[in-house]
Nanobody, 119 residues
Framework: QVQLVESGGGSVQAGGSLKLSCAAS?????MAWFRQAPGKEREVVAI???????YYSDSVKGRFTASQDNTKNTLLLQMNSLKPEDSAMYYC????????????????WGQGTQVTVSS
């Protein structure tokens, strides 16, 4: 089965940057970043289909960039201009289907990495 391990989280001040990594035992066609803050539902941050990002949440568009490290099975999330509302547990996810834009279909999940942004 597919195993996903996130890393790179931490605490930063507003306006700072972080880069998250997702090491995958197998890089599937549909990969995605989700996040979940306390008291809120899990939400999509970015969806990576094939070799390109096809979707960004409006709340992160222009600030976050998803990409792939071509030398290994690693999904990256560069986060710039961080805001306190970006604070959440960030999860890497994947599934084997060809249609990547349905969050309910993601069935492989990492353990999460915490991101905390202070003002």
């Amino acid at each position: 089965q597919v195993q996903l391990v996130e890393s790179g989280g931490g605490s930063v001040q507003a306006g700072g940057s972080l880069k998250l990594s997702c090491a995958a035992s197998q890089f599937l066609y549909c990969m995605a970043w989700f996040r979940q803050a306390p008291g809120k539902e899990r939400e999509v941050v970015a969806i990576y289909e094939g070799r390109d990002t096809t979707y960004y949440s409006d709340s992160v568009k222009g600030r976050f960039t998803a990409s792939q490290d071509n030398t290994k099975n690693t999904l990256l999330l560069q986060m710039n201009s961080l805001k306190p509302e970006d604070s959440a547990m960030y999860y890497c996810a994947a599934h084997r289907a060809d249609y990547c834009n349905s969050p309910a279909e993601y069935n492989y999940w990492g353990q999460g990495t915490q991101v905390t942004v202070s003002s």
